[in-house]
């Protein structure tokens, strides 16, 4: 038996955590290729709806990476970021589903090391939970 | 159904060494919407766009997706070349295989080329459902404000004035000039510090259309490009200033030793700066021993601050040449000194006289009290030894660092730092000067230690940024804007509250209440939309419907294969 390799959703904001993306790139530091970022301009306009569309169709972990607290390009977009996942993850604890499957984050623009970090412990901490269930229950 | 066209790049070697571009093209073709899939060696380049705008019209496309760098870079290129082939420029869509692909996985083809793939199948999933849009346009107010009274903020500043534009320079301190004020002379060249800043100066006094604010800060910024309102707080209270741009040029710092070699208990051991102030004031000591690279190039500050070794060189000379008894060592790690002229003067200072002496990390000098003055013990690594060189005064070349309110600027402007706490500009090559921010520019040390001539090439080149949206008076507003469908609208206030820029607003229409978006103050961060309980709120270009495609897509190909 191969492997598990997750399949796993970004949502990055693109001032800082897109961009952080960027530089990691930029700077070629490698990261498992699980990892599929979607560009949004602010993690504010991530809808929880989006979360629960990836983990309930059997997307094994979702990332929401912004702007660090106080750095946000739209004042105080990330301060209800900051506010909502944490409830998206409460729901999916309620619906029994393992809530370590979603982590909001804080990404600068400058900061390609931590984008490689955060990628690298979620890729890892996913791997560890196995499949999502949901995967099985739709196929 | 929508005739979505597919352009995969191979950016030379950058992604076609990695990712099996023609394989990715083969999966694309089989995307539902895709009329056509393609590839280019170099997309942007005069005839990789060509090719995409004879594809376009070949195959009757009407809409584009490139699969390629950052959208962050090149994706106006794109644009432009979208809008020149006839299609309206938001039928666009960026995918991102290079920077999120193959530059970060260039060990595991197999796996990038497979990631590629599914990138491509969002990007195609959200393109179809693309929209055609209009952008808006808002007026730019004919003023700039300029942060920090160096020498790269005088050159912004008297640029911005030659060219008309009414500025702000805003400086802390009680006077300009910045670090200059505090030094001599200016290397390679030996040019006098204070006439250059005196020759700025004059010419910016000299204009009414400058203004200078001393002992000010700026204290709080609203608006955006164009649209700026700066509060310029000063002895006598506060003054708003409304500008159209603004230049960051706050410069930077000298470190101040933590105790290295003695520094601030023995009087002998001081930094360049002080030893420029003595120099200025005709002090001329005899035995002077010069340590470079102190607190830089060493686990926690890893980079070189660049000017160091110049002004050591600089001043080594000058002392050298002072007086025909002069002992002068500079210990070193490696000497920077790029360009002809600075290579020139180290040359000039070893044929001089001045000693130099490599030192490494394992074996740092030590500074002791000597007979007359003090005693500096330096490991030799040619002859293995310990050489004993008595000084009357030990000068420490440290790094320059972002000065103390940097951290509340960048907070200020919403504009990041790197983790040396510089600024961070919005592209290396392709926006040196700008931040990413529209409508805010960066130059001089505040983004990196440079020299006194590089600070006043990069403030001019800042003004000249900046004046682009002040000379065009109008900036265009990205179509990225909320907007509010009534007949799903509850006019619960939601989305007023969470909109940051107080652009919503719930009014009445046709006899029922809704909420109307204000699309000259929409900023496009889709707060309110993720706020909206009903879904009554989208953002152009990124809606519903195309991020839960892109999840659709993601779901598609990676999970819907045989396993």
């Known amino acids: 038996m191969t492997e598990f390799s997750p399949t796993i959703l970004a949502f990055c904001c693109n001032w800082c955590s897109y961009a952080g993306a960027d530089l990691a790139g930029v700077n070629r530091l490698q990261m498992p290729p699980n990892v599929h970022v979607i560009r949004v301009m602010c993690s504010a306009s991530v809808k929880p709806e989006y979360v629960f569309k990836a983990i309930s169709q059997g997307i094994d972990g979702v990332l929401v990476l912004g702007c660090h607290i106080g750095d946000c390009h739209y004042l105080t977009g990330n301060h209800r970021t900051a506010k909502r996942i944490p409830v998206a993850k409460k729901i999916l604890r309620d619906a029994g589903i393992d809530d370590r499957r979603v982590r909001l984050d804080w990404v600068s623009a400058a900061e390609g090391e931590k984008f490689q970090q955060v990628i690298t412990e979620f890729v890892g901490e996913v791997k560890a939970l196995g499949p999502n269930p949901l995967r099985e229950v739709r196929m | 159904m929508a005739r979505v066209g597919v352009f995969i790049c191979h950016c030379g070697h950058n992604i076609a060494s990695t990712v099996n571009v023609e394989e990715v093209v083969e999966f694309a073709k089989g995307l539902p919407g895709v009329a056509y899939a393609g590839h280019n060696l170099y997309s942007c380049s005069e005839e990789g766009l060509g090719s995409i705008k004879r594809s376009i019209a070949e195959n009757r496309l009407d809409r584009v997706v490139v699969a390629a760098c950052t959208p962050r870079t090149h994706e106006p290129l794109f644009r432009r070349a979208c809008e020149q082939a006839g299609i309206n420029k938001y039928l666009f869509e960026f995918v991102n295989i290079r920077e999120h692909c193959s530059w970060i996985h260039t060990k595991e083809p197999r796996e990038a080329t497979e990631k590629a793939k599914k990138l491509v199948a969002m990007g195609v999933a959200k393109a179809a459902l693309l929209e055609p849009q209009t952008e808006g346009e808002s007026a730019v107010l004919p003023a700039a404000v300029v942060i920090g009274g160096g020498v790269s903020g005088l050159a912004a500043a008297a640029s911005l004035v030659d060219q008309g534009i009414e500025t702000h320079l805003v400086e802390a301190s009680d006077r300009l000039g910045g670090l200059l004020a505090e030094v001599t002379t200016i290397g390679p060249e030996g040019t006098d510090a204070r006439e250059t800043v005196r020759g700025i100066v004059t010419r910016l006094e000299a204009s009414p259309k400058a203004h200078i604010h001393l002992r000010s800060r700026v204290a709080e910024v609203k608006g955006f490009v164009g649209n700026f309102e700066v509060t310029v707080r000063g002895c006598d209270g506060d003054l708003k200033v409304p500008a159209g741009a603004i230049v960051v040029a706050t410069g930077t710092k000298e470190l101040v030793p933590t105790g290295e070699y003695g520094f601030g208990q023995r009087p002998e051991v001081v930094t360049q700066l002080e030893l420029e102030r003595r120099l200025a004031r005709g002090e001329r000591p005899r035995r002077v021993v010069f340590i470079n690279c102190v607190g830089s190039r060493q686990p926690g500050r890893e980079y070189c601050s660049r000017v160091c070794c110049n002004v050591t060189l600089k001043n080594a000379l000058a002392l050298a040449k002072a007086s025909p008894d002069s002992r002068i060592h500079v210990i070193h790690r490696d000497i920077m000194s790029s360009g002809t002229a600075a290579e020139r003067l180290y040359k000039e200072a070893s044929e001089s006289g001045v000693k130099f002496l490599r030192y490494g990390l394992e074996r740092v000098p030590e500074v002791v009290a000597g007979r007359d003055g003090v005693e500096v013990l330096v490991y030799d690594e040619t002859l293995e030894e310990t050489v004993h060189l008595g000084a009357d005064l030990v000068v420490l070349a440290v790094p320059m660092v972002p000065p103390g309110d940097s951290e509340a600027t960048a907070k200020l402007l919403k504009v990041p730092r790197d983790k040396f706490g510089f600024f961070l500009e919005a592209h290396v090559k392709l926006r040196p000067v700008e931040f990413a921010t529209d409508g805010v520019f960066i130059c001089g040390s505040a983004r990196w230690p440079v020299s006194a001539r590089e600070c006043i090439w990069q403030g001019m080149a800042a003004a ?43 009014v009445e229409r046709d006899g029922r209440r809704a909420a109307k978006v204000n699309e000259a103050q929409c900023k496009g961060c889709g707060t309110c939309v993720a706020a909206c309980h009903n879904d009554a709120v989208s953002q152009k270009g990124f809606t519903s419907g195309q991020l839960s495609a892109m999840v659709d897509a993601l779901v598609k190909a990676a999970l819907e294969v045989p396993r």
């Open chain 2, 464 to 506: 000249a940024k900046a004046s682009i949206p002040i000379k065009e008076g109008k900036v265009v507003i990205q179509a990225i804007t909320a907007e509010v469908d009534p007949d799903k609208c509850a006019a619960c206030g939601n989305c007023v509250l969470a909109c940051p820029y107080e652009a919503i607003e719930v």
